[in-house]
């Protein structure tokens, strides 16, 4: 494990402390995290994790799309319910305004593409997180 998948798990530690020199550190040994697998001294901060969790999918896709859902299906889903409805209207109506709603569409549909990889990522960490529970309660 390197330091920033080590950092992944002190950001949702209630053991974290922010040194303004060094960054995020170990409130118990005041130093950046050193374990190896596992931190025997880690206990999961639920309501920072689900903050981060959050931000971390408001913050997916570019400017156009950011009043989207935090759903990626929805998201997904009304990217490309925009596609057809633009390439409809740049068909038939306008082809100005359909290039228009064809790249919102996009826009949202990138969204939630990003936002699906960030929940397979929390749920790997989250599935590392049990996993390293159980052992711990196993031995």
Do not use: W
């Not at 309501?47 to 299906?73: T, V």
């Amino acid at each position: 494990m390197d330091l920033d998948e080590r950092l992944e798990f002190c950001k949702i530690c209630k053991n974290r402390k922010i040194d303004f020199k060094i960054g995020l550190t170990c409130s118990l040994t005041n130093e950046k995290p050193t374990f190896i697998d596992s931190c025997s001294e880690f206990i999961k901060d639920t309501a920072e994790a689900d903050r981060i969790l959050k931000m971390r999918l408001d913050s997916a896709g570019n400017s156009r799309s950011q009043n989207g859902s935090l759903n990626p299906d929805k998201n997904i889903n009304y990217g490309m319910f925009l596609v057809i409805s633009g390439l409809l209207i740049f068909l038939f109506i306008s082809a100005l305004f359909g290039a228009i709603i064809v790249f919102g569409g996009i826009s949202f549909y990138i969204r939630g593409e990003q936002q699906k990889r960030i929940l397979i990522k929390n749920n790997k960490l989250n599935k590392k997180i049990d996993q390293i529970k159980n052992e711990e309660d196993i031995s």
